[in-house]
């Protein structure tokens, strides 16, 4: 897989990264994955089947979701200079109804620069 740019900015959770200073707040940044609706149908209808079974196809799905979100708050991030991404918080949310469900993920959280 080839590296881009945003790949050196750093992500964490916290609310800063140990034995970096951070210089510059530079705003909230975020990233955002949709996935589609029948997947989603499937997945509930397989977990009516198979109680206390893992879904490991829907795993990796919701694990892909993920990493796009990421690296999408990471290219933006890169945008503005930033070194690191703080704070972040992911988000999963149902959104639609009926044969128009989706689940989206989202990533956000505080770019910063370090002195």
Known sequence: MAHSPSD???VT????????KVTAYLGIVSGE??????LFKDFFASIRDVV????????K??????ELALQQ??????????????AVDLDYEVI??????MLMVSANGTAVRFG
Do not use: F
């Not at 959770?13 to 970096?20: E, K, L, M, P, Y």
């Not at 890169?78 to 991404?85: D, E, N």
């Not at 639609?96 to 469900?101: A, I, L």
């Open 8 to 10: 050196a900015v750093l």
């Open 13 to 20: 959770t916290t609310d800063g990264v140990q034995d970096h």
């Open 33 to 38: 994955a949709i996935m589609g609706t029948n």
């Open 52 to 59: 206390g079974g893992r879904a490991g196809a829907y795993e």
């Open 61 to 66: 799905s919701l694990r892909e979701a993920k």
């Open 73 to 86: 708050m990471k290219e933006e991030a890169h945008a503005l200079g930033a070194h690191a991404v703080i």
């Open 96 to 101: 639609g109804g009926d044969d128009k469900t």
